[in-house]
């Protein structure tokens, strides 16, 4: 049977992933790091996720620019996107909706919450209790939510994207570990660089999503792409690698939690619409291996309490290709 690979090379088209799709993906990589100067690892970690039916945690400060990047997202796909503020008193009913009785009708009317949109931006995940943080749960694994014991689907495509403060500020409640797991990734926007900032001072009184194009990348563009996604080429060779490294960050001495079955399918899908945004239309360890801390480390959980990201480079490092 002829190599896959070769034939993609050769120009032979075997999974519908064209130029055309490549063309796109640049340009909305483009317009991307428009927002996210200086890091084109979030640009394409954040498409790799809208590729791949994900969602992403956004761990930083306050006022560093996630919203506007998450804004900024909605508008290059001509998508609606609501925010949703996190507070301690905030219920699962906030965010789903509500029953509530119809004196007209003489029936229970179901009146649909923020979740039900295109983009949702979760500011501050953190800070509301654990029950509300549950919430979403149904709503990122499944795409419904379920009132009064019928389901109600969400729209397509659906994107979660939380922000979450650093634990040691006050008042936030740390995530659950099944919380986590249902983030395909977690980046870090950080501080923009000295220039960027100095730039973005002298422009303060302009609106920065003003010189963002719309619809960069158009629904049908993206639900084809998602379509094309599922059959680029995923070699024996990848697949046993990806298992070497789950079983070692398994029996890894600094982690008390390895990486889940989930979480490997979910680094998987990642890699495949990382290799879209490259221009291939088959996965690579070097697609893993890219985007293996933020699609990782926030799956895992180390014996001290310290940061995870530096196991999951080692792994990197460590676990062999072959």
């Given amino acids: 049977m002829a190599d896959p690979a070769k034939k993609i090379n050769s120009g032979e088209s075997m999974t519908g992933f064209t130029d055309h799709h ?11 790091g428009s927002i996210a100067h200086d890091k084109p690892l979030v640009s394409t970690v954040t ?4 590729l791949s039916s994900g969602h992403v945690l956004l761990e930083d400060v306050p006022g560093i620019g996630k919203t506007t990047f998450v804004k900024a997202l ?4 001509g998508l609606p996107m609501k925010r949703i503020q996190f507070t301690n008193d905030m219920l699962p009913g906030d965010i789903l909706g509500t029953e509530l009785f119809d004196q007209k009708s003489q029936a229970f009317v179901f009146h649909k919450g923020p979740v039900f949109t295109n983009i949702v931006l979760a500011d501050e995940l953190n800070r509301a209790s654990p029950r509300t943080q549950s919430a979403l749960l149904e709503a990122m694994g499944e795409g ?4 009064g014991g019928k389901p109600e689907a969400l729209p397509r495509p659906f994107m979660v994207f939380a922000t979450q403060n650093p634990h040691e500020h006050l008042g936030t409640y740390p ?10 990734a977690k980046l870090k ?3 923009p660089s000295r220039m960027r900032e100095q730039e973005v001072f002298r422009l303060s009184s302009l609106d920065p999503l003003a010189q963002i194009k719309s619809d960069v990348v158009t629904v049908a563009e993206m639900t084809e792409m998602r379509e094309v996604l599922e059959s680029i080429h995923l070699s024996d060779r990848v697949v046993a690698y990806v298992k070497r490294f789950v079983d070692a960050s398994r029996h890894n001495d600094k982690l008390e939690l390895g990486v889940s079955t989930r979480g490997g399918v979910s680094w998987i899908r990642m890699a495949r619409a990382r290799a879209m945004v490259e221009g291939r239309s088959y996965v690579i360890p070097d697609d893993l291996i890219a985007i293996a ?3 990782l480390a926030h799956r895992v959980v180390t014996r001290n309490g310290s940061k995870s990201d530096p196991v999951i480079l080692e792994l990197t490092e460590s676990v062999p290709l072959e």
């Fill in 22 to 32: 490549h063309q796109r993906l640049i340009a909305l990589s483009q317009e991307l």
């Fill in 293 to 295: 801390v933020p699609c």
């Fill in 175 to 184: 995530l659950p570990e099944s919380q986590l797991d249902r983030f395909s």
């Fill in 144 to 147: 419904v939510v379920t009132i």
């Fill in 189 to 191: 926007l950080d501080y």
């Fill in 47 to 50: 498409i790799a996720a809208l």
């Fill in 74 to 77: 909605a508008k290059m796909l």
